[in-house]
């Protein structure tokens, strides 16, 4: 097995509860990540949350929505907690879901162009260096952290389409594809960044993180159920954890660096039953 499988605190997990529930994960899963979502938990208190809870696994950040998270604000918060946790942080940067951005004042005409001026200056604050960024969208200049991180965490872009995903490969460390996407998309996405890539000079390791839903049972039980467009496009769902275990295998067989699992149904259950079922198989 490859790549590393991580698992989802998912967004309606209470924040009150988040730090348990990671703490219960931990032993199984080489990853944890976290949502930000409107109007859930914020992300930095719950990475704060799960990183205090845990000691050894990687706790990721995905992702934070582009366009209301400042630079320099992301970047002071992402650098506290990685001294705090040193080379335990995985930082993911993305567009934000546009009707959620509109409806709270900050949606722009290019989205493409706030996040490369984004990820761009957020990537140099955290290596200790003074972005200097007159932008479209963003403006940061005059200030390099006074408290920079010691490893500088990889900064990942959330992509899908074709000109994020080339904007991933120019100017990130990695990329995050959300779920819905499977091996034929994830290879399709490969060559893209691999591409953007070559253009940019860049040899530097990239990190190819997919988010897959995931249940095990039938899914006739859940109320309601993902709906059949969800679970088509790409889901590891099956009646039994052989079926699971069947389909993360074949994402397994891409150029995935980390699959992480976001459940469907009880977030606990279900991902105790990875841990003893499913990823038994896969190792």
């Known amino acids: 097995m490859a790549a590393e499988i991580g698992a989802m605190i998912r967004r309606d997990v209470p924040p009150e509860l988040v730090g348990m529930h990671a703490a219960s994960l931990a032993p199984a899963f080489s990853e944890l990540w976290i949502v930000e979502d409107l109007p859930y938990a914020g992300g930095i208190s719950q990475l704060s949350e799960v990183l205090r809870h845990t000691e050894d696994c990687m706790v990721g950040h995905g992702i934070a929505p582009g366009p209301f998270r400042n630079p320099m604000a992301l970047a002071m918060e992402w650098a506290t907690l990685a001294r705090l946790h040193p080379g335990r942080i995985r930082a993911g940067i993305g567009h934000g879901v546009q009707s959620w951005m509109a409806s709270i004042g900050e949606k722009v005409a290019s989205p493409l162009t706030l996040l490369e001026e984004t990820t761009v200056a957020t990537k140099a604050l955290l290596a200790g260096r003074d972005p200097m960024i007159e932008g479209r969208y963003r403006t940061v200049g005059g200030y390099e952290l006074a408290f920079p991180p010691d490893p500088v965490p990889g900064v990942s872009i959330g992509a899908v389409g074709p000109k994020t995903l080339a904007l991933s490969g120019r100017v990130a460390d990695g990329t995050i594809i959300p779920e819905g996407h499977g091996p034929d998309h994830i290879n399709r996405a490969v060559d893209i960044i691999a591409e953007a890539r070559e253009e940019a000079g860049r040899t530097d390791p990239h990190r190819l993180t997919l988010f897959v839903g995931f249940y095990c049972g039938d899914l006739r039980e859940l109320p309601p159920p993902p709906s059949d467009e969800m679970i088509d496009g ?50």
């Not at 099956?238 to 699959?259: C, F, H, Y």
């Open 234 to 283: 790409w889901a590891a769902v099956g009646k039994s954890p052989d079926q699971v275990a069947d389909r993360i295998g074949e994402l397994l067989a891409t150029e995935v660096n980390s699959i992480v699992l976001v459940p469907f149904g009880d977030p606990q259950s279900q991902l105790e039953l990875v841990a003893t079922d499913v990823l038994p198989q896969l190792s």
